[in-house]
Each structure stands twice: as C-alpha cells, then as structure tokens.
C-alpha cells in the first residue's frame, strides 16, 4: 500500500533498529524526516535516497530541548508516522558511572521523547490522526543491575506507550510500543557492554526483522510487539518473578568480565 503524500518522522535513525524503520517507511511510500546526533545521519539519508524515497537528515541531539525544537522547525507539513526511537544505554555499576553520562541517557530516553511526542502528538490531535511509535524494551519489565539507569528509562517508555495510548483513544491517533530483546546493533559498544555476556551473545536479533515487527504493529494500531519468542518468555516470566530474582538475572547478563 503507497501513501505518496504521507510524512514519516523517525528519530535515532542514522543505525541500527531506527535506521532500519526508516527504510520500512520508504519502502511503503512515506517521504521521511529522519534525525539522529551525529553525521552519520546524512549517509543514512544518502541510502535511502539511492532508493528512490524522498529524505530530510537533520542532525540534531535530542536529549536537549533546543534539539527537540530545532527539530519542530524542520517540520513543514503534517506528520502522519512518529517513530521516536532515538535512545542510548550505559553499563557498569550505577555508582561508577558518570553523572554527565548517566543524564544523556535519561534526557535521551525519556525527556526528549517526552517533548518531541507532546508536540507531534499535539498536531497529531489537531489533524485526527497519526501513527506513533516508541521504541521501549523488554529491559523495562527488569531491574537492570548494571544497567540500571537505561532499564529504569525504559520502565517509563513501556509504562508512558499504554497510558498515551489509553488517553487517545477515539482520536484517531495510535500508539505502539516496540520492546525488543537484545538486538544486533552498535547500541553494546556504545554502552560499553562490548565486555558482558549480553555484548557478546551472538544470538542477537537482527536489527531489520525487529524493526519489520515493530512497523507492522505500528500499522495494525496494535498497542505493542514484543519481538521474538526468546523475548516473549521472558516477557511473560518478568511478569511472575520476584525483582530480585530478575535484577540477579540481569546481573548475569550485564555485569562486566573483569568486575
Ligand atoms: N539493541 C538492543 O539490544 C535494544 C534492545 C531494546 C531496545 N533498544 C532500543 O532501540 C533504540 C535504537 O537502538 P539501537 O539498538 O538501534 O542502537 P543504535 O544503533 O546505537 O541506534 C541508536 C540511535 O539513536 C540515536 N541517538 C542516540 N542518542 C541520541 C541523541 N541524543 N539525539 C539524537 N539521536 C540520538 C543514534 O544516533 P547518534 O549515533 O547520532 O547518536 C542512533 O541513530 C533505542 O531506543 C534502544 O534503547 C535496543
């Protein structure tokens, strides 16, 4: 199905799962905005590009609020798809890590998401209609020992996708949430988890069928996907288990090598 004159905003879209849901959007026929904070998103754009689709790169870093708003100024027209998906983790023990470091992931993960998705959702309201998108994850059903802050931002994400959806209903206006596994993307080396079991499973999922489930489900209005069946156990296992036996888990997972 073609939307010609469709517009798909789709942050963090320079790699990995965002990179891969702005070629989903291109591929269906969406002309895209696409943002991430770095310069590799004008290559992103450059690919897609070479496919025909027609591509805005702003590169603007969207934990801070002047990013956000310098990103609403890039908007001309209506916005009928907001993946907001921009988001980064941080490992090691809480403790250890670095205030700077710790708060770009909370301004990333949750506030601007919060401000980007205020403001589209309101034009969104204003138009009747929209798609909306939020890249959670399955980290948010866990306590993340190790990984504390970035699982505890992702509880929000989770919990703010159902609440937002609930609020508007009968709009018009959808909203999903993608809660992927571990999924094969720059997103361990950036954290530094490159030296945990998790950085190192080469199980991971592949960043273009997690995104293929998450746009499908945006799609079908369906409040969330959990992808992959290893996933969804442990999903529906996060539900019944004690958080301390979780946060154990997740130790295993993401506790460094040399720690
Ligand atoms: N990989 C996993 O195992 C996994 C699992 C569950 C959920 N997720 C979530 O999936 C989303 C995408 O992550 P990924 O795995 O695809 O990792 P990734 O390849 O590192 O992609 C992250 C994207 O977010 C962008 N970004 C980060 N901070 C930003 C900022 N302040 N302003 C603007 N853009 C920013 C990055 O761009 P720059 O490089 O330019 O900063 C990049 O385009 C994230 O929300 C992540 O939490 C990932």
């Given at each position: 199905m073609?939307?010609?004159t469709?517009?798909?905003?789709?942050?963090?879209?320079?790699?990995?799962?965002?990179?891969?849901?702005?070629q989903?959007?291109?591929?269906?026929?969406?002309?895209?905005?696409?943002?991430?904070?770095?310069p590799?998103?004008?290559?992103?754009?450059?690919?897609?590009?070479?496919?025909g689709?027609?591509?805005?790169?702003?590169?603007?870093?969207?934990s801070?609020?002047?990013?956000?708003?310098?990103?609403?100024?890039?908007i001309?027209r209506p916005?009928?798809?907001?993946?907001?998906?921009?988001?980064?983790?941080?490992g090691?023990?809480?403790?250890?890590?670095?205030?700077p470091?710790?708060?770009?992931?909370i301004?990333?993960?949750?506030?601007?998401?919060?401000?980007?998705?205020?403001?589209?959702?309101?034009?969104m309201?204003?138009q009747?209609?929209?798609r909306?998108?939020l890249?959670?994850?399955?980290?948010?059903?866990?306590?993340?020992?190790?990984q504390?802050?970035?699982?505890a931002?992702?509880?929000?994400?989770?919990?703010?996708?159902?609440?937002?959806r609930?609020?508007?209903?009968?709009?018009?206006?959808?909203?999903?949430?993608?809660?992927?596994?571990?999924?094969?993307?720059?997103?361990?080396?950036?954290?530094?988890?490159?030296?945990?079991?998790?950085?190192?499973?080469?199980?991971?999922?592949?960043?273009a069928?997690?995104?293929?489930?998450?746009?499908?489900?945006?799609?079908?209005g369906?409040?969330?996907?959990?992808?992959?069946?290893?996933?969804k156990?442990?999903?529906?296992?996060?539900?019944?288990?004690?958080?301390?036996?979780l946060?154990?888990?997740?130790?295993?997972?993401?506790?460094p090598?040399?720690?």
């Open positions: 073609n939307h010609p469709g517009l798909a905003l789709v942050t963090g879209a320079s790699t990995g799962i965002g990179y891969e849901l702005a989903r959007c291109a591929e269906d026929g969406y002309d895209l905005l696409i943002v991430a904070d770095e590799e998103i004008h290559e992103a754009a450059d690919r897609i590009r070479a496919k689709a027609s591509v805005v790169a702003a590169e603007l870093d969207l801070t609020e002047d990013g956000v708003f310098a990103l609403l100024q890039h001309k916005v009928d798809l907001l993946l907001a998906n921009a988001g980064r983790g941080l090691h023990t809480f403790l250890d890590q670095d205030i470091e710790i708060r770009r992931v301004d990333t993960n949750i506030t601007g998401t919060i401000l980007l998705v205020h403001a589209i959702g309101n034009h309201r204003r009747r209609g929209g909306i998108l890249t959670g994850s399955i980290a948010g059903f866990m306590p993340g020992s190790y504390a802050v970035y699982n931002t992702k509880a929000f994400v989770d919990s703010f996708s159902w609440a937002l609930d609020e508007l209903k009968n709009t018009g206006i959808t909203v999903t949430c993608l809660m992927p596994g571990p999924t094969d993307t720059a997103f361990f080396d950036r954290a530094e988890m490159l030296d945990t079991d998790v950085g190192q499973d080469d199980g991971k999922d592949d960043p069928e997690v995104a293929k489930l998450g746009y499908e489900a945006m799609m079908a369906e409040a969330g996907v959990v992808t992959g069946l290893s996933n156990v442990q999903a529906a296992l996060a539900h019944v288990m004690p958080k301390g036996m946060a154990r888990q997740h130790r295993k997972m993401a506790k090598h040399d720690e």
